[in-house]
Each structure stands twice: as C-alpha cells, then as structure tokens.
C-alpha cells in the first residue's frame, strides 16, 4: 500500500515550458487535490475533484489545468510555466465519510522555473 | 468567507519547554478542526483532530488539542517538546456551507524549532 505518490520528485523548466505532474493514490479515495506550498503562505489549492471526471477551481487555479481520469490519478498540468510557479507541489486523497476526512499527502514535487 | 489564523509563525523552544500554538477560525456553522505536521523534507500528516464528542483530543506524539467553540479555538498543546517535535505545522479547518464543501481551509502554518 503506497498511499499517495508523485511523479516527479524534482524538476526544472524554462519559462514557457509546460509540464504536468502526476499524482496517484491506491487508497480509493473519492476526493483529490493539488496543492501548492510557498514560504509564509502555507498551503493554497490550486484544484480538486470530488470523484472520477470532475474537478473544481481553489483558491490558486490560474495557470494551471487537471484532469481526473481515473479514480486513482489526478494530474496538474502547467501549458506555460512561469517563474512565479516555482514551488514546491503536494497532492492530497481523502475519502468520502461525512466531513471528517483526513487528506493523505505525497512527498511533494518540487518544481523551480527558470 | 472562512478563514484560519495561527498567530505564531516562529516559535522556538528548548526541550522539555511546553508548548502552546494557537489557531483561530471564523465560521459560524459545524466544523471539523485539523492539525497537520511537516517534518523537514517530509509530506505533511495528520497529527489530530476533532468533528465531536469530547472537546478535547489528543493525537500521535504526545500532542493534544482543545476546541473551544465560544473561542473559535482550536490550539495546540504539547507539555515537554523534544527536539524531534522541530517542524511545521498546520490547523486546518472544514466548515460545512449549502453546498458541502469538502474544502479545508489552511492557516499559514507555524515553525517550531526545538534546541536541544
């Protein structure tokens, strides 16, 4: 059982790259998201999905595009990085049980955009 | 709209020292309360929380946590930090509207350093 895992762990982009960094989770949790972490602003979501085929804007989604396929994936896509995307990127799952759900976290990807 | 304040960002301690961290949240309706850690270089993982029931709980490593709803408090305690308690952490919170959002709300997290 792996939880939530991330692909990449690291990566490095150039200005007007584009990307898009996976997030699985073998626990068959309805609920995905995508985080963001930045130095003196904690966490802010950029997206979620609350089940296979949808997804929603948070807080932070300008820029960045998901998609959720499959229950267990959840992808964040950049079309065109830009420096002010360098951070570092965790994924979330949590499952469906009345409003008290723990979110399980992967380790993160750290993304820095030239 | 919902929001989480945690009203110390660097705290640093030496062992043995208790420990104090606040959160404040502002929603009026049912929430359920959350704190996270982040170990250096770690994910982030639960460390407590509450949706019912007694006011009062406690989580892994010796932490516990009060939510006093007249307060919109839910602050976290520890009363002799240990050197592997440096990290950050994070009180989160679900407030429940019209359209029941499953959305936490985050504060900016606190940093905890430990001197051993």
């Known amino acids: 059982n792996a939880g939530v895992t991330q692909t990449p762990k690291f990566r490095v982009l150039k200005t007007g790259q584009s990307m898009t960094l996976l997030c699985a989770q073998d626990?068959?949790?309805?609920?995905m998201y995508w985080y963001r972490q930045d130095p003196g602003m904690g966490l802010r979501l950029i997206h979620y999905?609350?089940?296979?085929?949808?997804?929603a804007k948070g807080e932070v989604p300008d820029g960045y595009n998901v998609s959720r396929l499959k229950k267990q994936n959840f992808l964040l896509g950049l079309e065109s990085a830009a420096p002010s995307q360098t951070s570092v990127y965790f994924c979330?799952?949590?499952?469906?049980?009345?409003?008290?759900?723990?979110?399980?976290f992967g380790p993160g990807t750290r993304l820095l955009v030239l | 709209a919902q929001s989480v304040s945690q009203h110390n960002h660097h705290v640093i301690l030496s062992e043995a020292a208790s420990l104090e961290l606040g959160c404040n949240y502002s929603y009026g309706g049912t929430v359920n309360l959350f704190w996270y850690v982040q170990y250096p270089g770690q994910h982030l993982q639960l460390l407590l929380k509450y949706f019912s029931g007694d006011p009062l709980v406690k989580g892994i490593k010796g932490f516990e946590a009060e939510f006093i709803k007249s307060k919109f408090s839910f602050n976290l305690r520890k009363p002799s930090v240990q050197w592997s308690d440096t990290a950050e952490y994070f009180c989160a919170v679900n407030g429940f509207n019209a359209g029941n959002n499953r959305k936490l709300i985050w504060g900016l997290g606190t940093s905890l350093a430990v001197n051993p």
């Open positions: 626990m068959n949790h309805e609920y």
């Open positions: 999905s609350v089940g296979e085929g949808t997804t």
């Open positions: 979330a799952s949590s499952p469906y049980s009345g409003g008290a759900e723990t979110q399980y």
